[in-house]
């Protein structure tokens, strides 16, 4: 029942709400990035993160530093929030965050079958998997030879097994037959998700259906500006899209049919939602695109916060500290490869 969340929310999510609700004060602020652009060399990087949450994941790390080192460690300390909130959590909220590492497991399964395809050494891709997305059987991925076989030998006892059933073919598995898995995977594991969210009812389904509606239309766009010039036609471009959305179903007949960046800016312009965002791009610009969500994902994130007695802040925080890793990956390259000019281009603010 919408608005009576606070009658019993606090019985079994009060703690947990009050949990993440603490990570999130310990997120980087923009005087902390500021101080990181400036950096000389990584570990001067490592110096500043000290003085934050990280600083016990990185005191032990001997110079030099690498890039890797410092992306590993802040993840870790992620995956140990994320396990211990997971540990303490009762159900929906336990589905509920096993749900946020889908996405992860998609990614994973993605990375080993690609990595695969071009000879790499399974051990190497499983080091680059994220810890979060991890299975007992990820490493058998390594022997399917088309998705049949990556649905019977591995999938088929893992979360995504559902997700499966839209990819099944017999086809051998090749670049272009990949990346059409990972985005039909990635539109039934959101459509799934939106369901059990509208499920839950109340502030959750509030606040999560349009976290997910903008994940959605964000996943539309990238499908099409990706698939310009490419064998994709606009009937399987089309069946890529979410059933759910701002831009459903109308927005998505006019993305199918766009053959240029600045037709998908046509298309979004419509929407005034999305009108601050290509405000940011001169026209044929899709460089910055990226960048452009990101800030918007943020905003919408940050402001999950602002209402009580839902679980949409377990996944905004998660988001937001993926997001903060993301940054720090970014500034480290830069200082690394002594790009400092570059820094600012893909840093997103949080607050």
């Known amino acids: 029942m919408y608005g009576f969340e606070a009658l019993t929310f606090n ?15 310990s997120l980087l602020t923009a005087s902390d990035y500021n101080n990181l652009c400036q950096c000389e060399t990584l570990d001067d990087i490592k110096m500043h993160l000290s003085a934050t949450e990280y600083g016990p994941y990185l005191q032990n790390e001997p110079s030099p530093l690498h890039t890797t080192t410092i992306v590993e460690k802040c993840t870790l300390k992620l995956v140990d929030e994320y396990k211990h909130m997971l540990c303490q959590a009762t159900e929906p909220l336990s589905t509920f965050l096993e749900y946020i590492t889908y996405g992860h497991m998609i990614d994973n399964v993605v990375l080993i079958v690609t990595g695969t395809l071009h000879e790499r050494d399974v051990q190497e891709l499983l080091e680059k998997c994220h810890p979060l997305g991890m299975f007992d059987s990820i490493a058998s991925l390594a022997v399917a030879q088309n998705m049949r076989e990556l649905y019977r030998l591995v999938l088929v006892d893992t979360p995504l097994a559902p997700y499966f059933s839209e990819c099944i073919t017999s086809e051998d598995l090749d670049d272009m037959n990949i990346e059409i898995m990972r ?15 509208k499920k839950l009812g109340g502030a959750t389904a509030e606040i999560m259906t349009d976290l997910l509606a903008f994940e959605a239309d964000k996943r539309a766009v990238n499908i099409t500006i990706n698939s310009i010039g490419t064998e994709l036609t606009r009937d399987d471009r089309k069946k890529l899209y979410s059933n759910f959305g701002l831009l459903y179903p109308y927005g998505h007949e006019e993305l199918a049919v766009c053959e240029d960046v600045d037709q998908v800016r046509g298309a979004l312009e419509k929407y005034p939602a999305y009108q601050s965002i290509f405000a940011k791009l001169s026209y044929g610009e899709s460089q910055m695109l990226d960048k452009a969500f990101y800030e918007e994902e943020v905003k919408r994130l940050c402001l999950a916060f602002e209402q009580q007695f839902h679980y949409g802040v377990f996944f905004a925080y998660m988001r937001l500290r993926e997001q903060e890793i993301r940054n720090l990956m970014w500034i480290s390259e830069c200082v690394a490869q002594n790009q400092k000019s570059r820094v600012h281009d893909s840093v997103v603010f949080i607050f």
């Open 11 to 25: 019985i079994h999510g009060g703690y947990l709400e009050a949990v993440v609700r603490g990570h999130r004060s």
């Open 183 to 197: 985005n039909t995977l990635y539109k039934a594991y959101l459509e799934d998700f939106y369901k059990f969210c």
